[in-house]
């Protein structure tokens, strides 16, 4: 479900007003409105417009993750795969299927909550 204090936030860190949304995303001001009041919630299309309008990642505006933006990395730090312990490697692949559980939980409650 959509973080609607992020969208807020995030909107007016963008100094967007909220007609400007509505323009953006193609729609009513009070259909922008209503998905930033929590009485609407957004659908995927929407999300992705949201997410290049807002230039924040899904996952921040779903309340997923902290930061509105995930800086690109190469995964050469600390030398690079080759240079990773076994160890390491258990962690990371530990913290992924801990990530991708919790997206597919989020994303099961969005679709029963679209139903």
Request: proline share 3%.
């Amino acid at each position: 479900m959509l973080q609607i204090d992020r969208l807020k936030k995030r909107r007016l860190e963008k100094k967007l007003t909220h007609d400007d949304m509505a323009d953006k995303l193609g729609i009513t001001r009070q259909g922008y409105g209503n998905y930033e009041s929590g009485k609407r919630d957004v659908d995927s299309v929407t999300l992705a417009k949201l997410v290049s309008i807002l230039d924040a990642d899904s996952d921040y505006l779903l309340g997923l993750t902290d930061t509105p933006r995930r800086e690109t990395t190469n995964m050469s730090f600390y030398g690079g795969p080759d240079k990773y312990t076994p160890d390491e490697i258990e962690e990371m692949e530990a913290a992924l299927d801990r990530y991708r559980k919790t997206k597919d939980r989020l994303r099961e409650e969005m679709e029963g909550k679209n139903e």
